[in-house]
């Protein structure tokens, strides 16, 4: 899952990129809100964690202007501000969660997966595909014997967003801005590689079916 960070305190910048890299997400950053809207048209992100105290335009401006986009990204709000004006001001102008600094990095990406879960319209924690019980929480997978898998990084990434949007596909490209950050750089054949990997450490448990020049889509096996 890939995050956009819009926070000017480059401390908390790289605390939350780092927290948050730990968990599994690509986290990529820009310190002003101006930077923002730029970077969430050229990639596909699963959510923004914005600061409301940004040089010139602020948190709320950017929540506004893309909500009255027609961009439905969820937006999670970090804020050193408590008052109840601006929570509810910025939950009124489209932002879907609020939290107040200093935070727990655990807190923070639990919001982050409730969020993420939410829009690709998964109702908890643990999902059911096939034979797989996926963990989306502790990020493990289950197979029908009851075994962990053992995943690399980037093959639990692809898993996750496959299932998170389970019956539909998924692009290849957005499959590939799932694993890596903007200065990263993969191969073309990166994802068939990963995928294949998957496929057999899936076994018979669940399938990855390629959708001939559309992407993938996880199914039972």
Same mark, same amino acid.
């Given at each position: 899952m +890939?995050i $956009?960070?819009? #926070?000017?305190? !480059? %401390?908390v910048?790289d605390?939350? =990129?780092?927290?948050?890299?730990?968990e599994?997400?690509?986290?990529d950053?820009?310190?002003?809100a101006?930077?923002a809207p730029?970077?969430?048209?050229?990639?596909?992100?699963?959510?923004?964690?914005?600061?409301?105290?940004?040089?010139g335009?602020d948190g709320?401006d950017?929540? +506004?202007? $893309?909500?009255? #986009?027609?961009? !439905? %990204?969820?937006l999670?709000?970090v =804020?050193?501000?408590?008052g109840?004006?601006?929570r509810?001001s910025?939950?009124d102008?489209?932002?879907?969660?609020?939290?107040?600094k200093?935070?727990?990095?655990p807190?923070?990406?639990a919001?982050?997966?409730?969020?993420i879960?939410?829009?690709?319209?998964a109702?908890?924690?643990e999902l059911?595909?096939?034979?797989?019980?996926?963990?989306?929480a502790?990020?493990?997978?289950l197979?029908a014997d009851?075994?962990?898998?053992?995943?690399?990084r980037?093959?639990?990434s692809?898993?996750?967003?496959?299932?998170l949007?389970s019956?539909?596909?998924?692009?290849?490209d957005?499959l590939?801005?799932a694993?890596?950050g903007?200065?990263?750089e993969?191969?073309?054949?990166?994802?068939?590689v990963?995928?294949?990997r998957l496929?057999s450490?899936?076994?018979a448990d669940?399938?990855?079916?390629?959708?001939?020049?559309?992407?993938?889509?996880l199914?039972?096996a």
């Amino acid at each position: 899952m +890939r995050i $956009l960070l819009v #926070e000017d305190d !480059s %401390l908390v910048s790289d605390a939350i =990129t780092r927290g948050l890299s730990v968990e599994g997400y690509v986290v990529d950053a820009v310190a002003t809100a101006e930077a923002a809207p730029a970077r969430l048209a050229a990639a596909h992100y699963d959510l923004s964690i914005v600061d409301l105290g940004l040089p010139g335009m602020d948190g709320f401006d950017l929540v +506004r202007r $893309l909500r009255s #986009e027609g961009n !439905s %990204l969820p937006l999670l709000i970090v =804020t050193a501000r408590d008052g109840l004006d601006d929570r509810v001001s910025a939950l009124d102008l489209g932002a879907d969660d609020y939290l107040t600094k200093p935070f727990a990095l655990p807190e923070l990406a639990a919001r982050c997966r409730a969020l993420i879960r939410r829009a690709g319209v998964a109702g908890s924690n643990e999902l059911n595909v096939g034979a797989l019980r996926i963990d989306l929480a502790g990020k493990r997978v289950l197979g029908a014997d009851g075994k962990t898998l053992d995943l690399t990084r980037r093959e639990w990434s692809i898993l996750e967003c496959l299932s998170l949007h389970s019956g539909r596909v998924v692009s290849k490209d957005r499959l590939m801005q799932a694993i890596v950050g903007w200065e990263e750089e993969i191969s073309g054949n990166a994802i068939e590689v990963h995928v294949s990997r998957l496929r057999s450490k899936l076994g018979a448990d669940a399938t990855v079916r390629s959708i001939r020049g559309l992407g993938y889509r996880l199914e039972d096996a």
